[in-house]
């Protein structure tokens, strides 16, 4: 599926990338629709993640370039939330002060600032204090946290890296739903790495299977089911048709 | 309070082994008087100003020596701590003198510093220095990886990834590394004294009392000296729980 800029978020041609000589991606192309979440999908080690740390500038490519409407990752704000969030939050600053951190950065004026924690504060329900230290926090709040700073600065693009693999499944399930209805109210362009191939279908407009190295995309699967998603999308015609395509898809891709 | 019993209990048991000591005359009563005896005297000369005075100055000279490697340990540790490159070629020399008694270096310095107060702050800056600056560079080096990433794709330069997350990183590292220079210098200082021109401070207090018989004002300021180094660790302890509450967790 070709976009043309105006219509893309991203667009990335000729990706090249290999580790100690072995390729990983020779001549990878891929569009990202304005507003859509797509979720990416396939084996082990086959560079999910590879992908977006690339695509966050993260990670340097081999060749071929990734665009942001024409521009390059460093001219365009983005948002990355990492899969291990005790990692990545800060643990010497408050909650608060990890989301008002990127907006420092931008130079947002205090006011503004304090503004913009409330709305994100407002939006994720967030009912715990965000005045605490991130290890006060639960393992769900904190990636909530994570969230919340990755966002606060209004990203052009997200990238989750696996977000809720960490966390206990009623957790897993109550943010997923926060989260789709955040990104879809702020119709935020998204790119999800995922394990988790129901995981991938719930919250993505469209689902990107990928296969072992060097990677090809396998199918591009569209997810046309309505919005807003609960739990109930999972015995959905709909849902479990696409669920079982994909799957033969992942075991072909695996297969091979 | 109940933390206290244990250790209270221990001082007690081991005064109580001293004073059996003594009254099975173990040793001559002028070398092993008995610990009222040395408290007496230790009061005493407590009292008189003349330990007092000691201790004050040991204190001074440790607290200078270590001031003076915090100084120049922390900032450099950091740096070259964030230049791996560098810090593997410097590393070799680094670790040499770390391993190096620093007594050894006594006459070295005595050339370059003169036998005055000079030498004694700065063999102990330098042991210490050594000691902080490689804590540093390790905290440095050992930074989470995902943090530093975090902070770049927020758009942070080198120069705010160093200052907001690397010095932070690497700051429960940094204080393990005050912790033990601070008792490094507190050793350096106390054998200066001893044997570097003093005319003052616990190491020169103790072996003044030592050739002079003063047996029990001997054992005072070696007590004197133990508490002194106990208490700096202590009080760093503190520190470090109170101000990287979040390291490891």
């Not at chain 1, 080690?45 to 990670?59: E, F, P, Q, V, Y």
């Not at chain 1, 009912?127 to 209004?154: H, K, T």
């Not at chain 1, 591009?220 to 079982?244: N, Q």
């Not at chain 2, 900032?75 to 008694?101: H, I, K, M, N, W």
Request: hydrophobic fraction near 50%; include cysteine; glycine fraction near 8%.
């Amino acid at each position: 599926m070709r976009l043309p800029p105006r219509e893309a978020a991203i667009n990335i041609r000729g990706l090249r990338k290999a580790f100690s000589g072995q390729p990983v991606y020779s001549g990878f192309d891929l569009d990202v629709r304005r507003g859509d979440i797509l979720a990416i999908f396939g084996p082990n080690g086959c560079g999910k993640s590879t992908l977006i740390n690339m695509a966050a500038g993260l990670l340097a490519r081999d060749g071929g370039e990734i665009l942001y409407d024409g521009r390059e990752v460093g001219e365009v704000r983005i948002g990355y939330v990492f899969q291990n969030y005790r990692e990545a939050l800060f643990p010497w600053r408050r909650a608060a002060d990890n989301v008002r951190y990127p907006l420092r950065l931008q130079g947002l004026p205090r006011a503004a600032a304090e503004a913009r924690l409330e709305a994100l504060a407002a939006m994720f329900r967030v009912r715990f204090d965000l005045n605490r230290y991130p290890y006060e926090l639960s393992g769900g709040q904190q990636q909530l946290v994570s969230i919340m700073r990755a966002l606060a600065v209004e990203p052009e693009v997200l990238f989750l890296d696996e977000p809720f693999s960490a966390l206990d499944f009623e957790t897993t399930l109550s943010l997923r739903a926060l989260l789709q209805q955040v990104l879809k109210e702020l119709r935020v362009t998204t790119i999800l790495v995922s394990h988790d191939l129901e995981e991938s279908i719930v919250l993505a407009d469209r689902l990107l299977m990928l296969t072992r190295r060097p990677t090809t995309v396998a199918a591009d699967v569209p997810v046309p089911l309505p919005w807003p998603r609960g739990t109930e999308v999972l015995s959905h015609p709909d849902f479990v048709a696409i669920k079982a395509r994909c799957l033969s898809v992942f075991e072909q891709a695996v297969a091979a | 309070m109940r933390a206290a019993v244990a250790p209270a209990l221990g001082a007690l048991g081991f005064v109580l082994f001293w004073q059996v000591a003594v009254w099975l005359r173990v040793a001559d009563p002028v070398l092993l008087p008995a610990p009222a005896e040395a408290f007496r005297d230790t009061w005493q000369a407590f009292a008189g100003g003349t330990l007092a005075h000691d201790t004050w100055r040991t204190v001074q000279r440790t607290a200078l020596s270590f001031a003076i490697a915090t100084a120049i340990g922390v900032p450099l540790g950091v740096a070259l701590g964030a230049q791996e490159r560098l810090y593997r070629g410097v590393e070799f020399v680094v670790d040499f003198f770390r391993s190096t008694p620093a007594s050894a270096l006594f006459p070295l310095f005595l050339i370059l510093f003169g036998p005055g107060e000079g030498t004694k702050v700065a063999v102990a800056a330098f042991g210490a220095a050594l000691v902080i600056l490689f804590n540093a560079a390790y905290g440095v080096i050992n930074a989470r990886r995902t943090r530093v990433l975090a902070a770049r794709v927020m758009g942070a330069s080198s120069a705010r990834i160093l200052r907001d997350v690397l010095v932070w990183e690497a700051m429960p590292q940094i204080l393990v590394g005050m912790r033990a220079g601070v008792s490094l210098a507190l050793v350096i200082v106390v054998v200066a004294e001893m044997f570097i021109g003093s005319t003052d401070g616990l190491g020169h207090r103790v072996i003044n009392a030592q050739m002079l018989f003063e047996s029990g004002l001997m054992y005072g300021a070696i007590f004197v000296a133990g508490a002194l180094g106990y208490g700096l660790n202590l009080l760093f302890l503190m520190a470090e729980k109170r101000f990287v509450h979040w390291a490891g967790r």
